[in-house]
């Protein structure tokens, strides 16, 4: 099973970045998807979550409601984060990351047994 996140790079502030999680060897729609990023010198943070394709709740970290939107495009076998209005503090690495276990829901706790190599964004001017 792999996790391939990408889209990241050198916005400025106020600017969009969707960022991509794809699979291969593996299923994404009936799982739960977590964003997480990492700044330096700090500790890893979950930044969204989407429920498995059956429930399709979805997370968000206080810092990014209402400018971030996480999707699934189950066709591309593909989880989409849009990160819109970005803040120099959302500078840091982002990791997906995918629980297994069929009809996972962000409510319930996931385990994310899954994770991508992360992809850089940048927000400065």
């Known amino acids: 099973v792999q996790l391939q996140a990408y889209g990241g790079g050198l916005v400025q502030p106020g600017g969009s970045l969707r960022l991509s999680c794809a699979a291969s060897r593996f299923t994404l729609d009936y799982r739960a998807i977590g964003w997480f990023r990492q700044a330096p010198g700090k500790e890893r943070e979950v930044v969204s979550c989407?429920?498995?394709?059956?429930?399709?709740?979805?997370y968000y970290a206080d810092s990014v409601k209402g400018r971030f939107t996480i999707s699934r495009d189950n066709a591309k076998n593909t989880v989409y984060l849009q990160m819109n209005s970005l803040k120099p503090e959302d500078t840091a690495v982002y990791y997906c990351?995918?629980?297994?276990?069929?009809?996972?829901?962000?409510?319930?706790?996931?385990?994310?047994?899954?994770w991508g190599q992360g992809t850089q964004v940048t927000v400065s001017s």
């Open positions: 990351a995918a629980d297994r276990t069929y009809g996972s829901t962000c409510q319930g706790g996931p385990i994310y047994h899954y």
């Open positions: 989407i429920s498995s394709s059956d429930d399709g709740s979805t």
